[in-house]
């Protein structure tokens, strides 16, 4: 069985390549770059949702921490267990805003 990581690779392909992509290319952010890693970072948020409903929050958190690492999008440790304990506690949460 694949792990969250595995999981979200294969779920986000495309949009995981193309802010990796385009991270080689640019030496700063651009609002391309920003908008994909928004982009990434609610799909990782939507994907843990629809997997973790109800999990205890250490592991939401550990798939939220996973899916934004493997998505190359930084959150503080503060935001990932605001949304665990959302997804625990109520199936759902705010994406992280990303710069």
Do not use: C, K, N
């Not at 990796?20 to 952010?29: E, G, K």
């Amino acid at each position: 069985m694949l792990g969250a990581v595995g999981r979200l690779a294969e779920q986000t392909g495309d949009r995981l390549a193309s802010v990796a992509f385009m991270s080689d290319q640019q030496s700063s952010p651009g609002p391309e770059e920003a908008d994909a890693r928004q982009q990434a970072a609610e799909y990782v948020v939507e994907r843990v949702e629809s997997w973790d409903e109800g999990a205890e929050p250490e592991t939401v958190r550990e798939d939220l921490e996973e899916g934004m690492a493997e998505a190359e999008v930084d959150v503080p440790e503060e935001e990932l267990d605001r949304m665990a304990d959302d997804i625990h506690r109520d199936g759902s949460t705010d994406a992280p805003d990303v710069e």
